[in-house]
């Protein structure tokens, strides 16, 4: 059996590790440093808490320069940390290394499939949700799906059969560049004006002219990358997400709050600079963009 080498015991690591270990599968943790492998062995393992119930995972762990071959690896860092963190790792790689990588927005999963091609790399675009306690303790926090595609290869690969052991829910899509750019669309439209506006979800009810205005660039912006679908229901699958999340703080809102680095880079900075790229004109997507960067410069944040 291939063992689920896990790069990242954040959030989604922990969820991933902890049901592919419960499923008796093969896991081993790749953590940052010697502190981090230390305070981890005091633990005594990985802490899942599910409907109220908590469970120990006593998965075994190791720092980046272990020696054993990675034949599959899960990079469950954020977007700005993933490169750096594969490369520290890169050394270990088997012939035909799987890479799955987790990241949300755009822009760090090309990075690492371009500069380790030897490697499959597929990207996963998630809507479960976790939340970190403390060291080594996740909740899970919301059902979702994970969708999990190779944007080179259309071949689902053998081993999904280990997330269904491990009732981790997903789904093979040969598209999953669309799904990865509609989250990001979603994401741009509706996480930088919660942070603006210092509000949940659904009081950007209150702001439908600058939403539409976002929605409309974005959609062309979707257009030009070859969605004409997903852009024609952009503005209303915005809406019923705000609807469906309105009690809810964005992710990004939640980091801004809590001091931690966001990943704007990945997300509206992938939506202005790719459509830099390609000569679009998206007015209020960089209007946006420069306002949260002052933000964050404001609150002391890094601005990428
Ligand atoms: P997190 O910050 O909780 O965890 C990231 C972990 O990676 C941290 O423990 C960090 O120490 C570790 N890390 C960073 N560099 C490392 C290195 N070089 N070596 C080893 N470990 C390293 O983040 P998260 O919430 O789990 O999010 C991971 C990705 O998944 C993000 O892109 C996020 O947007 C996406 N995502 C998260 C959720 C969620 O609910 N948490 C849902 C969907 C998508
Ligand atoms: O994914 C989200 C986030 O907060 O990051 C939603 C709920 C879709 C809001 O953009």
Request: proline share 4%; charged share 20%; hydrophobic share 40%.
């Amino acid at each position: 059996m291939t063992t689920w080498h896990v790069l990242g015991a954040g959030s989604l690591g922990i969820l991933w590790a902890s049901r592919l270990a419960r499923a008796g599968l093969p896991v081993r943790l790749i953590l940052r440093n010697p502190d981090r492998l230390n305070d981890y062995r005091n633990a005594g393992g990985l802490r899942l808490t599910e409907n109220g119930q908590t469970h120990l995972y006593r998965i075994p762990a190791e720092l980046a320069q272990a020696d054993t071959p990675i034949r599959r690896l899960l990079v469950a860092c954020k977007a700005y940390d993933a490169e750096n963190a594969v490369a520290q790792v890169a050394s270990r790689f088997a012939e035909s290394c799987e890479i799955l990588l987790l990241q949300n927005g755009l822009g760090s999963q090309q990075a690492v499939a371009s500069r380790w091609p030897a490697a499959r790399c597929l990207f996963v675009s998630s809507t479960e949700g976790a939340y970190r306690q403390n060291g080594f303790h996740a909740t899970f926090a919301g059902q979702g799906q994970n969708w999990l595609g190779d944007p080179n290869d259309s071949t689902a690969p053998a081993w999904l059969e280990d997330l269904a052991a491990a009732s981790i829910p997903h789904r093979w899509t040969t598209d999953i560049m669309g799904r990865l750019w509609h989250k990001l669309a979603l994401n741009c439209a509706i996480n930088p004006l919660t942070v603006l506006h210092d509000c949940r979800n659904g009081e950007l009810r209150a702001h439908p002219q600058a939403l539409d205005a976002l929605c409309d660039e974005l959609a062309a912006l979707l257009v030009a990358n070859g969605y004409p679908e997903l852009a024609a229901g952009l503005a209303e699958d915005v809406r019923q997400v705000i609807e469906a999340t309105a009690a809810n703080y964005s992710s990004m809102y939640q980091d801004v709050h809590a001091g931690r680095r966001t990943e704007i880079t990945y997300l509206l900075g992938h939506a202005c600079s790719t459509a830099a790229l390609i000569g679009l004109k998206v007015p209020h997507l960089d209007g946006l963009h420069r306002r949260l960067q002052t933000l964050l410069d404001r609150r002391g944040l890094p601005r990428d």
